[in-house]
């Protein structure tokens, strides 16, 4: 079954702020990242939490709790070139596997 | 540097014919994977190898087999391909000790009459 959990979609106005989260198991949970992947392309990295707490890159952010196994990433400012779908990967073992989660289709509107 | 290359982009192939999927990179990278994305499922993840000679099972590893004899390469080989093996496949590669880090090549989108 599915280890990470998601909301499968999410819809926010162009300018506000929106928050997708992320649930996972915590057998050998190492780090958690996240992707964003445009229609027809590739997944592309955004960012990463292996520690507690917030990770800011420009308008995104991603924050981790390890004691919750819980996770969210923030996209403020959204830009409709921000509606893409969006995944939390869990990596386990050592850095040796990552696990996808199902995906976060976000849609930004005017 | 061309980062993670795959071909080919497009395939066409009948139940029962076997073919391999390649799968390279030029950024001296340990970690390699191989994921299908099929319509609501995600990315799945099919194989991977942590380096050369090294490989290891994802969740879907049935039909598929890989081998790794060099850091650069990893392809994916299909033995009798199926219906269900229509997909899309990605290959990721990313560096221990990185950030969590993985580079995506374009994909191959898969169709199996």
């Known amino acids: 079954g599915q280890s990470l959990e998601q909301p499968s979609e999410v819809t926010a106005v162009e300018g506000a702020i929106v928050q997708i989260n992320c649930t996972y198991q915590?057998?050998?949970?190492?780090?958690l990242s996240w992707y964003q992947q445009h229609d027809g392309g590739a997944p592309t990295f955004l960012s990463y939490?292996?520690?507690?707490g917030l990770e800011e890159t420009g308008r995104f952010s991603s924050f981790l709790s390890r004691s919750d196994s819980y996770g969210y990433l923030l996209l403020q400012e959204l830009q409709m070139k921000d509606s893409a779908s969006y995944f939390c990967a869990e990596m386990t073992g050592g850095y040796q596997k990552v696990t996808f989660g199902i995906g976060t289709k976000l849609q930004v509107i005017p | 540097n061309a980062g993670v290359t795959q071909t080919p982009k497009f395939q066409v192939l009948k139940t029962g014919q076997s073919m391999t999927l390649q799968c390279a990179q030029d950024?001296?990278?340990?970690?390699m994977s191989w994921y299908r994305q099929d319509p609501g499922m995600g990315l799945r993840l099919i194989h991977y190898s942590v380096g050369a000679g090294i490989t290891d099972q994802g969740e879907v590893p049935n039909g598929y087999n890989v081998s790794r004899s060099t850091t650069e390469d990893f392809p994916l080989r299909l033995l009798s391909a199926a219906p269900s093996q229509t997909s899309v496949y990605f290959c990721?590669?990313?560096?221990?000790?990185?950030?969590?880090?993985?580079?995506f090549g374009p994909g191959t989108r898969l169709l199996v009459l």
């Open positions: 915590t057998s050998g949970f190492y780090g």
């Open positions: 950024m001296n990278h340990e970690y």
């Open positions: 990721a590669s990313s560096s221990f000790g990185g950030e969590g880090d993985q580079y």
């Open positions: 939490n292996a520690l507690d």
